[in-house]
């Protein structure tokens, strides 16, 4: 039987140029766009506005905001370890929140880099719980499993930051962040076997999740190159992230570390590299060579002081840059629209230069991302793409209604997720006016939440630890750069 919904909109952010066209008419079959035809007149309904939904290409599915436990202010290389104040919960619950944050925020698909999976059960048992939350929550999802073998506390020989000491502190250290990884050809084995056992799940694509060059040695990260073209499997990689992460590869790579990624056969088109704020023209020049694509993710760069990634160097190189969240949108909301007009704004250029045009970031938003996480091409309104919608509510949008405005200037000027009336995926109504249909988001979250206050003193030594080497962390990376 085939399933056929009509949509009728004031306006719409038409093809891959997003052109605004309107008021139209939107026939979907079977989960495909059909038809998209003129209306001599608006629909008497709702005043609509159309555009693509969003494919967010870099998150980590956190359960919630890092601040609240204590993790705010604080740059990378201090707010990483911070996290052991986060102490484990229902993997279905932690992910179901993060998923249903997302679909509430406009996102269809999203990355999921799995870099504190809860361990409670083994993890291709966690990794069931976590695709059933992505079901429920209606989302695709690219799940990359974390994978690491060197420097677990800072990018260096930790021993002399713990020297000084006291020894009660020493062992919670080494208790909490420095525990000997298992073998690359296990860890490489533990993703092949997570893939083994949802990988056939729809809209669940696993990944090969390296955290970052400083944090594998290059025997890990050739096998993990080796592996992926062997059985077509993507990676997922931070990359040149802080300005102490630059400073390292830099010393541990003076041919170049992009260079070395290319060398070893690590850049491709599957691979997608998260973050390059500290990359240099001719390493973004690589990568667009390789084929590999960028996520940007302006807030959660702000909000770690790690900077403001050269996009117009990206466009400008060739580069496939996409748009992320990382889990830490600008008012930790998760707000992929506010993201998106952040995103722009940053990025736009300085007077009458414009170096990212709404067009542009429309690009990076809905339809770049989709390949990250192994997602159909889509991204844009046109006969026979994938019908992945979001209808905004135009009349809130267009508030004071003086005169005809492009549309686009509202959406990157105040649109949040506040505005969405209904997101569609597929052709199937996953979200609508405010509220998931799959999934009771204020339910999760309360429950959610019970559960880590519950919780909270199993990582009462960790923080103990952590308020203890915090300086100490700061000082051995302080003046590195």
Same mark, same amino acid.
């Given at each position: ?306 900077? +403001? ?110 505005? +969405? ?47 203890? +080497? ?12």
């Amino acid at each position: 039987m085939t399933d056929t919904r009509v949509f009728q909109v004031a306006d719409a952010l038409l093809g891959p140029a997003y052109e605004p066209g309107g008021p139209l008419e939107i026939t979907v079959k079977d989960g495909i766009i059909s038809a998209i035809r003129p209306m001599e007149e608006p629909s008497s309904g709702p005043r609509l506005l159309a555009m693509p939904a969003l494919a967010d290409a870099h998150n980590h599915a956190r359960p919630l905001s890092t601040t609240s436990f204590g993790c705010g202010l604080k740059p990378l290389e201090t707010w990483l370890p911070s996290l052991a104040a986060m102490p484990s919960v229902d993997p279905y619950l932690a992910t179901a929140a993060a998923f249903g944050r997302s679909v509430r925020s406009g996102c269809v698909g999203a990355m999921a880099h799995l870099t504190r999976p809860m361990g409670l059960t083994s993890l291709t048992e966690e990794a069931k719980e976590i695709a059933r939350a992505a079901s429920d929550a209606g989302l695709a999802i690219g799940l990359a499993i974390a994978i690491r073998d060197r420097n677990p506390l800072v990018y260096g020989d930790h021993e002399p930051l713990l020297s000084g000491l006291p020894q009660e502190i020493q062992s919670l250290v080494r208790q909490t962040w420095l525990s000997t990884p298992k073998s690359p050809v296990d860890q490489i084995a533990l993703v092949d076997a997570v893939a083994d056992t949802v990988g056939d799940i729809p809209g669940v694509d696993v990944q090969y999740g390296p955290n970052g060059v400083q944090w594998c040695t290059d025997a890990f990260l050739t096998a993990i190159a080796e592996a992926s073209e062997r059985n077509n499997r993507r990676v997922h990689m931070h990359l040149l992230e802080t300005m102490p992460q630059r400073h390292w590869a830099d010393q541990a790579y003076p041919q170049g570390i992009v260079r070395h990624l290319a060398d070893i056969g690590l850049l491709s088109p599957r691979l997608t590299l998260a973050h390059c704020v500290w990359a240099r023209p001719e390493e973004l020049d690589l990568i667009a060579e390789h084929g590999a694509r960028i996520s940007v993710n302006p807030s959660s760069n702000l909000h770690l002081a790690s900077g +403001i990634a050269p996009v117009a160097e990206m466009k400008k190189a060739g580069v496939a840059f996409a748009m992320g969240l990382d889990g830490c949108a600008f008012d930790e909301d998760d707000d992929a629209l506010r993201e998106l007009r952040l995103f722009r704004l940053l990025n736009a250029g300085w007077g009458f230069t414009e170096d990212l045009t709404p067009g542009d970031a429309l690009k990076a938003a809905c339809s770049t991302g989709r390949a990250a996480m192994g997602l159909a091409k889509g991204g844009t309104i046109e006969v026979g793409q994938p019908a992945d919608l979001m209808f905004l509510d135009l009349e809130a949008l267009d508030r004071d209604g003086l005169m005809p405005v492009d549309p686009r200037q509202y959406l990157f000027a105040r649109a949040t997720q506040d505005h +969405i009336v209904e997101l569609v995926s597929g052709g199937r109504t996953i979200l609508q006016n405010g509220k998931l249909t799959g999934l009771d988001l204020e339910a999760v979250e309360t429950e959610l939440r019970a559960q880590y206050r519950a919780a909270l003193p199993t990582t009462e030594d960790a923080r103990k630890a952590f308020s203890a +080497i915090e300086p100490h962390v700061a000082d051995f990376y302080k003046g590195c750069c």
